[in-house]
C-alpha cells in the first residue's frame, strides 16, 4: 500500500490526514433506506453514544447533532467478517496486516467487525488467547475470537470450559489439513465435537484429507510440477469433498452443529447440500475469493502474480464460483466470510522453487462488500435484504451477537454503512489500505461504492478517508448455544428412546 501512518500516528488516509478528533456522539442518517435482513423501509437513523437510539421517518434533531445525507443510497448494517487471520504467525511467516491495519482496511470496504482465529501457543489455549488478546490491543473496531483446537489433552478440555464460561469464545476450528503443523485426526475431532456439544460451542472445520494432499504434493513434485500451480493440482476438489463429507458425518454422529469455513467447490457444496437436505444443523461459509474468482491465474507465468492467488483450499475452476453464488441465492450457504490472510510478494517468494513453501493465503477484508454486492445484487442473484443477511445479519446470529449486532435497530450498536448503488469503486493495491502489496483483486471496477462507515457511533469513513484510532476497537464477547442448539437435547432424548431394550442372552 502507498498509505502511510500520520505523524501523529493516528490518522490514516490519502487527501487529507488528520488528527482524529471525536467529532459530536450525536449523528442522523436522513433520507435514506434502511435496510436489515427482516425489512427495507425509508426511514433516519439516530445515534447516540455508540448506539442507535431511533429507526423511523422524519427524525428532528437539535443543532449539536451531525447530520449525514443518505438521500438514494442504502443504510445497512456494517459487515461482519466471520474469518480473519490478522497477525497470525503461519508457514514460516507473519501475515502483514495486524489488528490495526486489517481493521483500518475493513472499515475503508464497510466491514466493522470480524472474527479472527487465535491460534493456541504449543497447543495451549490460555497462552493462545493471552497473545491474541495482546495481538488486538491495537484494534480500531470491534472484533471476537474463534480459537483453533491443534492437540488434545485434558487442559484443552478444560480450557475449552474456560474459553466459554469465561473469556467469550464460542467457536472452536479444526483443521483437517496442513499435515505435521495444526492438522489434526478424527479421534481428536471425535473428541472436539463432544467436548463443542456440551459447551454450546459451535465447531467448524477446515474441510480438506490432509493426508492426501500430502500425496498429492509428492505426486506434483515428482511430475516436476513446482510452481503455483500444483498448489491446486496437489488438492483438487475431491479432497475437499472427502473432508467435508467426513467431517459432516460426525457432527451427525455426535449430533452437534457444525460450521464449514471456506466452502469452495462443488464437491463441499453438495455434500452440505445432502446434509441440510436431512434435517442436519451445517452451515457453510463461502468466501469472496472462492465466489467471484477462478484457477486460471495459478497458470500465469509470473511466479508473484500466481503466488498471490495461493490459498487452501485452492480457488477452483470457473464453474465452481458459479456454483457457490447459486447456492448463496438460495440459502444452501448461508454467510461469506474473507479468509483474509495476507503475506507481501517477499514472503510469497518463498516458495519460488516450491509451492508448498508459499505460504497460503489473499487479500479480502476490505474488498468483500463491495465484492459481494457487485456480484451478487447487481448481477440480479439477491435482494439488499439477502445482502445484509449475507454480510452482516446471519453472521451475528450464529455467533449468537444478534441484534446487538448485525442490525439498524434501537439498541443496536451504532456499526453503520451508506451504500450508493449509483456509485462505482475500483480495486487497486495502489489505493487499498491493507499493507500487502498486491491484491488479488487488482483492477475489478464495479458498482455499489461504500461512502461512509460509522463504528461504534463514530464517521471512521468518509470521502475516501479514514478516521481511525488505535485502541477504539471493543472486544465483543460471545454466548455459547447459539440458536443451532435449539431441539439438540429433544432429538438426543428421542433417538434414546427409539432405542429397542438390549437383547437378554443366556450365556452373558
Ligand atoms: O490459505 C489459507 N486459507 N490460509 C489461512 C489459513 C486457513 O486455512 O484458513
Ligand atoms: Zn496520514
Ligand atoms: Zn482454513
Ligand atoms: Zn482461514
Redesign the pocket.
Known amino acids: 500500500s502507498n498509505h502511510q501512518f500520520c505523524e501523529a500516528g493516528i490518522g490514516y488516509g490519502e487527501s487529507q490526514c488528520g488528527i482524529y478528533s471525536s467529532s459530536s456522539t450525536k449523528l442522523l442518517i436522513k433520507g435514506g433506506t434502511v435496510v436489515n435482513a427482516h425489512l427495507q423501509e425509508l426511514a433516519d437513523v439516530y445515534v447516540e453514544d455508540g448506539i442507535i437510539v431511533a429507526v423511523k421517518p422524519n427524525i428532528i434533531v437539535g443543532d449539536d447533532v451531525t447530520v449525514l445525507d443518505a438521500s438514494g443510497k442504502f443504510v445497512m448494517p456494517g459487515g461482519i467478517d466471520p474469518?480473519t487471520?490478522l497477525a497470525m504467525d503461519?508457514m514460516a511467516s507473519q501475515t502483514v496486516d495486524d489488528f490495526f491495519s486489517g481493521q483500518a482496511a475493513a472499515l475503508a470496504g464497510g466491514t466493522t467487525m470480524h472474527i479472527d482465529?487465535a491460534i493456541p501457543v504449543n497447543g495451549n489455549l490460555m497462552a493462545g488467547f493471552q497473545a491474541y488478546q495482546n495481538k488486538a490491543k491495537v484494534s480500531c473496531m470491534d472484533y471476537g475470537f474463534h480459537m483453533a483446537i491443534t492437540k488434545w489433552d485434558d487442559l484443552v478440555s478444560r480450557d475449552m470450559e474456560i474459553m466459554v464460561k469465561e473469556k467469550g469464545i464460542n467457536s472452536f476450528k479444526f483443521?483437517m489439513a496442513?499435515k505435521g503443523a495444526v492438522m489434526v485426526n478424527d479421534d481428536l475431532i471425535l473428541e472436539g465435537l463432544k467436548r463443542c456439544k456440551s459447551l454450546g460451542a459451535l465447531a467448524m472445520v477446515?474441510a480438506e484429507n490432509g493426508d492426501a494432499v500430502v500425496e498429492g504434493q509428492k505426486k506434483m513434485i515428482e511430475l516436476g510440477i513446482t510452481g503455483p500451480e500444483g498448489h491446486a493440482l496437489s488438492r483438487p476438489p475431491v479432497l475437499e469433498g472427502e473432508a467435508t463429507a467426513r467431517a459432516i458425518r460426525l457432527a451427525s454422529f455426535v449430533n452437534t452443529p457444525l460450521y464449514v469455513?471456506?466452502v469452495m467447490s462443488i464437491d463441499a457444496l453438495e455434500e452440505i447440500a445432502k446434509a441440510r437436505n436431512s434435517g442436519q444443523k451445517v452451515i457453510g461459509e463461502p468466501v469472496v475469493s472462492g465466489l467471484v474468482l477462478d484457477d486460471s491465474e495459478l497458470w500465469n507465468p509470473d511466479f508473484i502474480t500466481a503466488a498471490k492467488y495461493v490459498?487452501?483450499p485452492p480457488i477452483r475452476a470457473s464453474g465452481h464460483a458459479k456454483a457457490l453464488q447459486a447456492a448463496l441465492s438460495t440459502g444452501l450457504l448461508q454467510l461469506v466470510g474473507t479468509?483474509h490472510?495476507v503475506f507481501n510478494s517477499t514472503q510469497k517468494s518463498l516458495g519460488i522453487d516450491d509451492f508448498r513453501k508459499i505460504p497460503?493465503?489473499?487479500n479480502g477484508i476490505e474488498e468483500r462488500m463491495h465484492l459481494v454486492w457487485d456480484t451478487m445484487v447487481e448481477s440480479g442473484q439477491i435482494s439488499a435484504t439477502d445482502y445484509v443477511r449475507l454480510t452482516s445479519t446471519e453472521c451475528a446470529r450464529i455467533f449468537n451477537i444478534y441484534p446487538r449486532k448485525g442490525a439498524i435497530l434501537a439498541g443496536s450498536d451504532a456499526d453503520i454503512i451508506i451504500l450508493n448503488p449509483n456509485s462505482s469503486f475500483e480495486i487497486s493495491s495502489s489505493s487499498h489500505h491493507s499493507r500487502i502489496d498486491t491484491n488479488i483483486y487488482e483492477g475489478w471496477r464495479g458498482k455499489g461504492k461504500v461512502e461512509v462507515t460509522i463504528a461504534g457511533g463514530r464517521v471512521v469513513w468518509e470521502n475516501d478517508e479514514l478516521k481511525v484510532v488505535p485502541g477504539s476497537g471493543k472486544y465483543i464477547e460471545m454466548p455459547p448455544f447459539n440458536y443451532l442448539f435449539n431441539g439438540i437435547e429433544k432429538a438426543d432424548a428421542r433417538y434414546l428412546s427409539s432405542l429397542r431394550a438390549p437383547v437378554k442372552r443366556s450365556n452373558s
Open positions: 474469518h487471520h503461519f482465529f483443521f496442513y477446515h469455513v471456506h490459498m487452501s479468509d490472510c497460503n493465503g489473499v
